[in-house]
C-alpha cells in the first residue's frame, strides 16, 4: 500500500502564490509517475501537472503551463507544486497521485483545498 498525505492548501488572493507538497509512504516502488489533480465544484477531476519518476519529464495542463511548476523530491519521497499568479478559476480540491507503472495502479491523496478570492 502507498500513502500520500498533502499540504499547503489554503486561501490565497489572486494573483498569489502556494506550494502544495505531498509525501509518499508504504510499498513505493522504484518507477512511478507523480502528479497533481484537482476538482473543482460541479466538474471532473483533471490532471493539473504530473512529473516522471527521474524527474526529467514533466507535463501540464494548458491552464498550468507558465504558471505551474511541478518538481520532486526521490531521496525524500515527495512531490511539491508551486503555483504563482493564481486565478479564481484555480479554487478546486488539489489532489496528489502517484501511478506505478509495473502495474498500472494509481493511488490518490485525501486532497486539499486551495481557495482563490479576494
Known amino acids: 500500500q502507498v500513502q500520500l498525505v498533502e499540504s499547503g492548501g489554503g486561501l490565497v488572493q489572486p494573483g498569489g502564490s502556494l506550494i502544495l507538497n505531498c509525501a509518499a509512504s508504504g510499498s513505493l516502488l522504484s518507477g512511478n509517475t507523480m502528479g497533481w489533480y484537482r476538482q473543482a465544484p460541479g466538474k471532473e477531476r483533471e490532471l493539473v501537472a504530473e512529473?516522471?519518476?527521474?524527474?526529467?519529464?514533466?507535463r501540464y495542463a494548458d491552464s498550468a503551463k507558465g504558471r505551474f511548476t511541478i518538481s520532486r523530491d526521490n531521496a525524500k519521497n515527495t512531490v511539491s507544486l508551486q503555483m504563482n499568479s493564481l486565478k479564481p478559476e484555480d479554487t478546486a480540491v488539489y489532489y496528489c497521485s502517484l501511478l506505478v507503472i509495473l502495474n498500472m495502479r494509481r493511488y490518490w491523496g485525501q486532497g486539499t483545498q486551495v481557495t482563490v478570492s479576494s
Open positions: 512529473i516522471s519518476s527521474g524527474g526529467g519529464n514533466t
